[in-house]
């Protein structure tokens, strides 16, 4: 069946460093893929998506492409922030319109 | 806001007992679901819902029932709460996913004792 794998975590960092969080995907057809946000407390928010193959989902500096030779979408920003704490999940719309979501990664930002 | 709330926010029961959340849309979107949240297993799919009093079963709806008698309202049960069932339940709603992608609430602690 459809699953999503994300890189183990927690993923700690210092302000203004590059970040990578690895998602890679197995799917039959042409899954729509999502980064999804959770803050402490708080239920998920959207971060961004795509739809297709070679899209990039982009938001709030955060951006991913959909690979599918590789099937990957992996989620980068450039300089985080220490607002960037939280846990962020990966996940795919699979046939039937439901999201399959990988564990989690947890992301610590230090000043 | 989004139009999503579910009820209530947190709960303690004990085993045995039967235990019913709430979730409530004010967006008249067609899906609405049910995922329990657990360290790392992320998010999974218990029940979800395709319309007025269509549903099916996710990958661990043992143990749960839903039912959906409104478009605006999707409510999930435990018959019979166990300690396996303590985790944070949340509801999203979704009328396009691939368009607007889904919208979650803000989730249900529900601790059974």
């Known amino acids: 069946g459809d699953s999503v794998t994300q890189m183990e975590g927690p993923v700690t960092l210092s302000e203004e460093a590059f970040l990578t969080i690895n998602c890679t995907y197995t799917a039959t057809g042409y899954p729509s893929l999502f980064w999804y946000v959770q803050y402490p407390g708080e239920g998920l928010q959207l971060l961004l998506k795509a739809t297709k193959a070679d899209d990039k989902g982009s938001n709030k500096g955060f951006e991913a492409t959909y690979r599918k030779e590789t099937t990957s979408f992996h989620l980068e920003k450039g300089s985080v922030q220490v607002s960037d704490s939280a846990v962020y999940f990966c996940a795919l719309e699979t046939s039937g319109s439901r999201l399959t979501f990988g564990e989690g990664t947890q992301l610590t930002v230090n000043p | 806001d989004a139009g999503i709330t579910q009820s209530p926010r947190h709960k303690v029961t004990e085993t045995g007992t039967p235990v019913t959340l709430r979730c409530h849309q004010t967006e008249n979107h067609r899906y609405m679901y049910w995922y329990r949240q657990d360290p790392g297993h992320g998010l999974r799919l218990i029940h979800y819902?395709?319309?007025?009093?269509?549903?099916d079963k996710g990958e661990v709806s043992d143990g749960y029932s839903v039912s959906r008698s409104k478009t605006e309202d999707f409510l999930l049960t435990l018959e019979s709460a166990t300690s396996s069932q303590t985790s944070v339940y949340f509801c999203?709603?979704?009328?396009?996913?691939?368009?607007?992608?889904?919208?979650f609430g803000s989730g249900t602690r529900l601790t059974v004792v």
């Open positions: 819902s395709y319309g007025v009093k269509d549903t």
């Open positions: 999203a709603i979704s009328g396009d996913g691939r368009i607007y992608g889904y919208t």
